[in-house]
């Protein structure tokens, strides 16, 4: 059966070129220094066939290869269908399939979907598109083992339902329900969501929620959570704070104890100036490391929690913009405290061809492509 579905999206994907033009793109990254290795290349290849969007994408490091995953999206009749195959190409192993069909039918959306995988291979992407733990759903799975989750969501304003049916080669049974109404009206231009929760062992909760409930001053907000159990209630308050943004930006937060808020913590602020066209000058410094990069990604090592980056850009060639990105990092280090630096450039060859160079302090050098077709 696995083989029949793979040599089915495959012969979509190939056995059409003749009947469609092949588009896509081809990019990479090649490490020159300390060690000339290959650090990842990706091809992608797209059709359109009888008006559906087929797919194809490859993944390789230095290494070998890595992962395969097929798409295809289209509409049959007012139906919107999409679905991607993917396979771990290390093990070799089929690792997963993923369905889903929507429709609008006198002003409800209806969507289905339907997710196959293969433990361990297709356990990241499950775990990654679909918010659940593998173990949760299957558990004691070994290598090999199957999985299956059947969605059914369905909403028209204010309410959505959504049921999950899984499978772990034992049937077909329910995982759980959820029905939400968002955004009724309490009073006085208070609003709230309320949430019903149940699985397979009953009724787990109800949720009421207000967020805000109240505004308190400079751009803090007082909210509450209650949920109904089988056992109780519980009341969560939460206080909120949205930041300062604009050409500085500060990230933190409300510090509370119960009901009270007790204090402000200061997450970390970052200055950003557009000195001219095209060239521009950022400063993060980060007070607490972990909860700036949760907002901003992970950009800094060890003990580092500063950087200054100036960014430069111009006309090239075909029509198209060379960038130029200089970033300083500090924290812990010798000279002016200077851990390291990083060098970006990216520059336009050819219409369809972007080269980029990108150097680490102390000697890591990487060449890098994208090329489109």
């Known amino acids: ?49 009888a008006g559906f969007e087929i797919s194809s994408t490859s993944y390789f490091t230095g290494s070998g290869f890595e992962s395969q995953e097929f798409g295809i999206s289209g509409t049959i009749g007012p139906v919107e269908v999409s679905g991607v195959m993917g396979f771990d190409a290390t093990a070799p192993a089929y690792a997963y399939t993923d369905l889903s069909t929507s429709l609008n039918f006198a002003g409800v959306d209806i969507t289905g979907k339907v997710f196959h995988g293969v433990y361990p291979y297709g356990q990241s992407y499950f775990e990654k598109h679909y918010a659940l733990k593998w173990a949760d759903v299957c558990p004691n799975q070994t290598t090999g083992n199957t999985l299956m989750l059947y969605t059914l969501e369905t909403s028209v304003e204010p309410i959505s339902v959504s049921a999950r049916f899984s499978d772990c080669c034992e049937g077909i ?159 812990g280090g010798t000279l002016f405290d200077i851990t390291r630096y990083t060098v970006d450039v990216s520059l336009p060859v050819m219409d369809a061809l972007t080269v980029g160079l990108s150097f680490e302090s102390p000697d890591n050098l990487s060449l890098s492509w994208e090329l489109v077709f």
């Open 173 to 331: 049974e329910f995982y759980d329900l959820t029905i939400t109404l968002e955004d009724l009206s309490l009073c006085c231009g208070i609003a709230y969501d309320l949430e019903f929760y149940f699985t397979k062992d009953g009724f787990e909760y109800v949720l009421v929620s207000i967020d805000p409930l109240f505004e308190l001053c400079c751009g803090i907000s007082f909210g509450v959570d209650i949920k109904f159990t089988v056992d109780g209630k519980e009341v969560t308050p939460s206080f909120s704070w949205g930041g300062i943004e604009g050409c500085v930006t500060v990230w933190g937060d409300l510090t509370k104890e119960g009901v009270s808020v007790t204090g402000w913590e200061l997450y970390g602020y970052k200055i950003y100036c557009e000195l001219a066209e095209c060239y521009d000058l950022e400063i993060v410094t980060a007070f607490d490391v972990s909860a700036v990069e949760a907002i901003i990604g992970d950009v800094f090592k060890g003990d580092e929690f500063e950087y200054i980056a100036i960014g430069a850009c111009g006309p090239a060639c075909c029509g198209g913009t060379w960038t130029l990105d200089v970033t300083v990092f500090f924290g």
């Open 1 to 49: 059966m696995k083989r029949a579905l793979a040599l089915t999206f495959a012969a979509l994907l190939f056995g059409v070129a003749g009947l469609a033009q092949i588009s896509g793109s081809w990019s990479g990254k090649f490490a020159l220094l300390p060690t000339p290795s290959l650090t990842y290349t990706q091809l992608v290849l797209n059709a359109t066939v």
